[in-house]
């Protein structure tokens, strides 16, 4: 199996990588009260070790009182967060990696299982999560103006902190993608909207105080996912066109990466085409890429909360589509969270020491 391709440099304002292969950002809730730990910076110095191209947090909350429904998921806000971010960046930068936190707002979210709540009502554009759940407020123009200087705020502390890059989480059912969404966002004012089009003003907000906080030449990525969590058949865009339509005016506000999250990266987006998400967003757009979906293992991340494991297995239709130029970068999550040498095996051709999945990696942090 020929992976030197995705072994080949990618370079692009801020970032300047040694390979093609991202960290995905996967959640760990294992920083108490949003602090993270020293086993956390550890948790992501081993994968800049283990030569990873790109590390992107797991989902990092601004500073709005209900961003997050776990007390055990990190705050980019914050003078004892800020220290423990600065500690990772500083352990990826002396093991010779590059990262990127992943800044999030949750939004609308079911109350979260432990019984935790945040100190303040959760919030959305129309206070649904999905159709017929509302589970909190809707936002004020005076609660998005805030919230949109939070993301600001959180992305200029990345890099004053160090990091290499950031990510705005727009996808999953979260926040941004609750603006995106006809069902979640019943707004009759210029938050809403009947065309995708209409309702990515939130998100084009977003991107442009971001902009305008780290300037021009810092490298700024968004995740985006057509999939919803409550369904998994749901698609924003439903062609090329609305595709055109919903992306372009994103990259045109500032973003410089689309990171087009999908269950199983070899399904096509849609038909009469084998192209993925990202390779439709690359087509569409012009910009460079990010692809994601059960890289290098069986089953897809839903599964594994199902108790299903996962098997490694190859990486041919993954690079064929990568020398087609479907995609610039491959984000790979499960088998980064189980074994932090994965990069450095798929290199040296070690498919047999590749390791699976299993539910048990989840609870937590692998360091070797």
């Known amino acids: 199996m020929n992976t030197n391709s995705l072994f080949s440099p990618f370079d692009l304002k801020t970032l300047h990588l040694k390979n093609r292969i991202v960290m995905a950002p996967m959640t760990r809730s294992f920083s108490p009260n949003g602090i993270p730990t020293d086993e956390v910076a550890t948790y992501y110095q081993k994968r800049a070790e283990g030569e990873v191209g790109l590390i992107l947090s797991e989902g990092t909350v601004i500073d709005r009182p209900s961003s997050s429904n776990d007390a055990n998921v990190p705050h980019f806000y914050g003078e004892d967060a800020l220290k423990g971010w600065k500690k990772v960046i500083d352990g990826v930068h002396e093991a010779g990696g590059k990262m990127g936190p992943q800044i999030w707002h949750m939004g609308i979210m079911d109350n979260h299982h432990s019984g935790w709540v945040p100190p303040a009502p959760f919030e959305g554009p129309s206070g649904l999560n999905r159709p017929d759940f509302n589970n909190g407020n809707t936002m004020s123009e005076k609660d998005i103006e805030n919230t949109i200087l939070?993301?600001?705020?959180?992305a200029a502390d990345a890099k004053k902190s160090g990091f290499d890059t950031i990510e705005i989480h727009g996808a999953h059912g979260?926040?941004?993608?609750?603006?995106?969404?006809?069902?979640?966002?019943?707004r009759t004012d210029v938050y809403g909207g009947k065309t995708l089009p209409e309702r990515n003003r939130f998100a084009i907000e977003v991107i442009k105080e971001i902009r305008k906080q780290v300037g021009n030449n810092f490298a700024v990525i968004m995740r985006f996912s057509q999939f919803k969590p409550s369904d998994y058949n749901y698609k924003l865009a439903k062609n090329?066109?609305?595709?055109?339509?919903?992306l372009n005016p994103i990259v045109d506000a500032g973003v410089d990466i689309l990171h087009c999250s999908q269950r199983r990266f070899w399904e096509p987006e849609f038909e009469d085409s084998d192209l993925n998400f990202a390779g439709w967003a690359k087509k569409v757009t012009g910009a460079p890429t990010i692809t994601v979906g059960s890289v290098g293992l069986s089953n897809d991340f839903f599964g594994a909360f199902a108790g299903e494991s996962s098997e490694p297995t190859s990486l041919e239709e993954l690079n064929r589509r990568f020398d087609r130029g479907d995609f610039?970068?491959?984000?790979?999550?499960?088998p980064l969270l189980s074994d932090p040498n994965w990069v450095t095996k798929i290199k040296a051709g070690k498919t047999d020491q590749l390791k699976g999945f299993s539910k048990e990696a989840l609870a937590e942090l692998v360091l070797e």
Do not use: H
């Not at 926040?175 to 995106?180: N, S």
């Open 150 to 154: 939070a993301f600001g705020k959180a």
């Open 174 to 186: 979260y926040l941004i993608d609750q603006f995106f969404r006809a069902e979640t966002n019943l």
């Open 240 to 246: 090329p066109q609305e595709l055109e339509a919903w």
């Open 328 to 334: 610039d970068l491959v984000a790979v999550g499960r």
